[in-house]
Nanobody, 119 residues
């Protein structure tokens, strides 16, 4: 089993930056990729960014492309989300997720960390 713990959320003014971290523990040998999702009040959970575990290939939602950067430290089983030029629309609970090699979807989820962007 895998456990994911996010950190780094908080309150920031529009135009500011935050860096989220997600540390994975437990059995991570079969990780295919890790990703960030977010869910704003009254909205469905949406994809933000993903990175393949071994190759480091990244993908982003159109809404954050150019502003957010996902990265990983392979040896530390940790992924990061650098968020720049934050907008009030980015306000949400951000969740870290992990997909294993044997699953099409995401198998494990963190508890979430709140990001609030004030105008």
């Amino acid at each position: 089993q895998v456990q994911l713990v996010e950190s780094g959320g908080g309150l920031v003014q529009a135009g500011g930056s935050l860096r989220l971290s997600c540390a994975a523990s437990g059995r991570t040998f079969n990780t295919y990729n890790m990703a960030w999702f977010r869910q704003a009040p009254g909205k469905e959970r949406e994809f933000v960014a993903a990175i393949t575990w071994s190759g480091g290939s990244t993908s982003y939602a159109d809404s954050v492309k150019g502003r957010f950067t996902i990265s990983r430290e392979y040896a530390k089983n940790t992924v990061y989300l650098q968020m720049n030029t934050l907008k009030p629309e980015d306000t949400a609970v951000y969740y870290c997720a992990l997909r294993s090699l044997l699953s099409y979807g995401y198998d494990y989820w963190g508890q979430g960390t709140q990001v609030t962007v004030s105008s």
